[in-house]
């Protein structure tokens, strides 16, 4: 499986992006996804995930404004992203894991990133 993340951008304090992970190589439904940011420095977060089941995960910091979800046609995964803030200013990659379950390891293949930036 490919996977090709997609989406990022500069963004002010308290606006949106939405970023997709398009995925190739194999049906969509086959894998768990996860989203997951690193900035310079630090250790790579795990922030989102989506199983093929529909059941979704997300850390405590972004529930409320990510939201993860799939279109099974275009083969795609997304991170709707709310409200966001100058310390979530990273990179964000998605990954898949062939576990049926989310959880913040077990993924081994991954995209490249996509840098989101965050500042007025």
């Known amino acids: 499986v490919q996977l090709q993340a997609s989406g990022g951008g500069l963004v002010q304090p308290g606006g949106s992006l939405t970023l997709s992970c398009s995925v190739s190589?194999?049906?969509?439904?086959?894998?768990?996804y996860g989203w997951f940011r690193q900035t310079p420095g630090k250790e790579r977060e795990y922030v989102a995930c989506s199983t093929n089941k529909g059941e979704t995960d997300s850390i405590d910091s972004v529930k409320g404004r990510f939201t993860v979800s799939r279109d099974k046609a275009a083969n795609t995964v997304y991170l709707q992203m709310n409200d966001l803030r100058p310390d979530e200013t990273a990179i964000y990659y998605c990954?898949?894991?062939?576990?049926?379950?989310?959880?913040?390891?077990?993924?081994?293949?991954w995209g490249q990133g996509t840098q989101v930036t965050v500042s007025s």
């Open positions: 990954a898949a894991s062939v576990f049926r379950w989310c959880s913040p390891g077990g993924y081994d293949y």
């Open positions: 190589g194999s049906p969509l439904d086959y894998y768990t």
